[in-house]
């Protein structure tokens, strides 16, 4: 596609439920970025994806979240047991080979956990 | 402390006016620093990048990096109500980990 594309836009769901969210990279990107922006906060880097390896997971805020790559191309985060604290957007990036270029995000899935 | 800082805001201002929006930072290895801008519901977009000192030029913006002050600001000339948005500036040691700050929210009034 054109840009990177994420789904669902928005996601509603309840305190303890699993979700997962979806991300296609803009094609040929071997780089893939997951980063999570809270209300006033700044993007916060989750993890980042080289082909369908995971270099760099640091950022994965608790064994709550994981995360898989297939195919080099689309990626799905996880969020099991989900918690109030959770709510925030999920954006994804991507970028030509995973460096100091140019990430490219996306529109953001929206969560909200009551 | 965080590694990046920057004022939330939020900014209003009339169209035409200078915004001037800056983020500071502590870790001295950073080396390229970019600053994005988010249309509300929408994801973040590269608006400029640099990775030394100085100024740099790009129609009505203006990116400044100060490293021996660990400072860093973007200009907007003639701000138009289309520049309405958050601004967001992020650094990186040269690798693909960003660090951003969190964001300062604009608006311009016609």
């Known amino acids: 596609g054109a840009g990177v594309s994420q789904s669902p836009s928005n996601k509603v769901t309840e305190k303890g439920k699993d979700v997962e969210l979806r991300c296609d990279p803009i094609?040929?990107?071997?780089?893939l970025y997951w980063y999570r922006q809270s209300l006033g906060q700044g993007l916060e880097f989750l993890i980042y994806?080289?082909?369908?390896?995971?270099?760099?997971k640091s950022g994965l805020p608790s064994d709550r979240f994981s995360a898989e790559r297939t195919g080099g191309s689309v990626s799905t985060l996880t969020i099991q047991r989900t918690q109030q604290e959770d709510s925030a957007v999920y954006l994804c990036?991507?970028?030509?080979?995973?460096?100091?270029?140019?990430?490219?995000f996306g529109p953001g899935t929206r969560l909200l956990v009551l | 402390q965080k590694e990046v800082e920057q004022d939330p805001g939020p900014l209003s201002v009339p169209e035409g006016a200078i915004v001037s929006l800056n983020c500071t930072y502590s870790?001295?290895?950073?080396?390229?620093f970019m600053w994005y801008r988010q249309y509300s519901r929408k994801g973040p977009e590269l608006l400029m990048y640099?990775?030394?000192?100085g100024n740099k030029e790009d129609g009505r913006f203006t990116a400044q990096v100060d490293k021996s002050s660990k400072y860093i600001s973007l200009f907007i000339r003639d701000s138009q109500p289309s520049d309405s948005a958050t601004y967001l500036c992020?650094?990186?040691?040269?690798?693909?980990?960003?660090?951003f700050g969190a964001g300062t929210t604009v608006t311009v009034r016609a």
């Open positions: 990036a991507s970028s030509l080979v995973g460096g100091e270029e140019t990430q490219y």
């Open positions: 640099t990775y030394s000192s």
């Open positions: 992020a650094m990186s040691v040269g690798d693909y980990k960003l660090s």
């Open positions: 094609s040929g990107h071997t780089a």
């Open positions: 870790n001295s290895a950073f080396q390229y």
């Open positions: 994806f080289q082909g369908n390896s995971a270099p760099d």
